[in-house]
């Protein structure tokens, strides 16, 4: 994402909100307004959104499948790849949970008026949401599918997801030149999707005006209140997260004091937070992990680089709460598979999806279709995501450290601070 890009955004957002309110304001109710509505805005905000929907099942059979086969061969990690994958599933699952209940307790989503919930509810239809009833055992069943090109089409992406963590298991385990080749193929697909997401990110401020003047246009000036809830209960989660989950694995698991540990890695913080992608802080947390926490380098190297792709702890919070709060806009009530199902794919989006900023974008767009919460809501949430995914990020890179004391201890003795940086790397801030 290019520098200017967020504030162009912004930009948008803002420009949807005042134009939206300023016509619901003068012209509400006016079936001229409901023309440029139907006939204009909505439909680039519908294209948008198709968009973003065309390059999920590509980017997630990609993303999810080369992130499992970067762990190398699974029959020689031994215990660093056991204690790693342990430790990212478990407290991603603690991240996602803490934003579940904080939108459970504070309700952002809630509060419109009972005209504008029926406003909403006369808006076009929302994608189907899969069907209820079935059983934990059908559950179950149905993450294997018996076609995953079949999921594919049926836009079934928990399968889907189950299908690639499979294919990124046998790449590790499949040691031949052909598996090489197909894996680089792979790399290609990533790589040609995510130039299409950069692509598709280039319009998204016109596009993000569209949706919010929609919205806006429709509902008023009474969707701020719940805007500005949102935001809040994400940073409260990402806080909690950050300074009280991340503060007791370090000292009960990793066995070192967190005041160390958050003073030692505030570089690798900073650099998050600036470029809001944990793939470009990766260099600055490798000479944080040696020179500052002095971790044995075949630990933090293996654990950090593997974390900036799959253990991101902050994404998966930020896309479990995004999901809840918008379907609790849209009044759409989850039952409680639903949710669990939320959580899963939070906890997988938050192994797959990629570490540069906006990655996870796509990943909530298709959450909200498999639940039945209208895509058009993520407008809402585009003009707000940089200062999100630049705290988000920050959550990402502290948890990729954590990991790494976590995964060190017991492994070896910790190293004796570097003479020098290591090439490449920036000299650490003095203390």
Not at 15 to 30: E, S, Y
Not at 253 to 265: D, S, V
Not at 273 to 294: C, D, K
Request: aromatic share 6%; charged share 15%; proline share 6%.
């Amino acid at each position: 994402m290019s520098h200017g890009l967020p504030a162009r955004m912004l930009i948008g957002l803002l420009a949807g909100l005042v134009l939206g309110t300023g016509a619901h304001a003068l012209f509400g109710g006016r079936p001229e307004l409901e023309g440029v509505v139907r006939y204009v805005t909505e439909p680039i905000g519908r294209i948008f959104l198709r968009l973003l929907f065309m390059l999920v099942v590509p980017l997630i059979v990609s993303a999810l499948a080369l992130g499992v086969a970067g762990l190398g061969d699974l029959r020689r990690l031994g215990r660093i790849g056991l204690k790693t994958f342990a430790y990212t599933i478990v407290v991603s699952t603690i991240a996602v949970f803490i934003g579940v209940a904080m939108v459970s307790v504070f309700r952002p989503g809630e509060g419109l008026s009972p005209e504008l919930r029926e406003r909403l509810a006369t808006a076009p239809p929302p994608p189907a949401a899969p069907a209820a009833g079935t059983t934990g055992v059908d559950f179950l069943i149905n993450l294997v599918p018996n076609n995953p090109i079949k999921a594919m089409a049926d836009g079934d992406m928990l399968a889907v997801m189950v299908f690639s963590l499979l294919l990124g298991i046998g790449l590790s385990v499949t040691r031949t030149e052909g598996a090489r080749r197909f894996e680089e193929a792979l790399q290609g697909l990533y790589d040609v999707v995510m130039s299409l997401l950069g692509m598709v990110l280039k319009v998204a401020p016109v596009c993000v005006a569209c949706l919010l003047f929609t919205l806006t246009a429709r509902l008023g000036v009474e969707v701020l209140r719940q805007l500005g809830a949102y935001v809040l209960v994400v940073v409260g989660a990402l806080a909690i997260h950050q300074f009280v989950v991340y503060s007791a694995s370090v000292w009960w698991l990793g066995g070192m004091n967190p005041l160390k540990f958050f003073r030692a890695i505030r570089a690798a913080m900073v650099t998050a937070f600036s470029t809001a992608s944990s793939n470009a802080t990766l260099p600055t947390s490798l000479m944080v992990a040696e020179q500052q926490l002095r971790l044995p380098t075949h630990v933090s190297r293996f654990v950090l680089t593997l974390g900036s792709t799959a253990n991101q702890n902050g994404t998966a919070l930020f896309e479990g709460v995004t999901v809840l709060f918008l379907a609790q806009f849209y009044g759409v009530e989850l039952s409680f598979a639903q949710q669990v199902t939320v959580v899963f794919v939070c906890v997988l989006g938050g192994i797959g999806t990629a570490g540069v900023p906006a990655g996870s974008i796509p990943v909530i767009v298709m959450i909200l279709g498999m639940i039945g919460v209208p895509g058009e809501g993520i407008g809402l949430i585009l003009g707000v995501d940089r200062f999100l995914d630049m705290c988000r990020t920050t959550l990402n890179v502290t948890g990729d450290l954590a990991a790494a004391v976590v995964v060190s201890r017991g492994e070896s003795e910790l190293t004796e601070p570097a003479e020098a940086p290591a090439p490449g790397y920036a000299a650490a801030p003095a203390d």
